[in-house]
């Protein structure tokens, strides 16, 4: 190990490629819960519209996948004499999309669940 190269830094690489599937993750399911919780209050009254409001969780699984990807990019760049100075850089990548994931997830809850109930309570068809 040098001075570049301490046995430590890959340890910061590795969080970032966990901290990008983990929050990543969490934003989808949080997302996913929030709209299929007004795809189901609305599926009670119109049965029908079930697999049209069905886009608000399939938008909020994708971001899991964001999250997946840049874990799996992390990952393989990641060897034992990698630098301090890149291992910061995939941790602050993989904070970012995680982080950017989790808030994402939340947005697509919220927006999702208010549209799915919005819609069944116009009574406008899709």
Known sequence: ??????????????????????????????????????????SVMRPELIMKSIIPVVMAGIIAIYGLVVAVLIANNISERVTLYKSFLHLGAGLSVGLSGLAAGFAIGIVGDAGVRGTYKTGKKL
């Open 1 to 42: 190990m040098s001075a570049e190269s301490p046995e430590y830094s890959p340890f910061f690489a590795v969080m970032g490629a966990s901290a990008a599937m983990v929050f990543s993750a969490l934003g989808a399911a949080y997302g996913t819960a929030k709209s299929g919780t007004g795809i189901a209050a609305m």
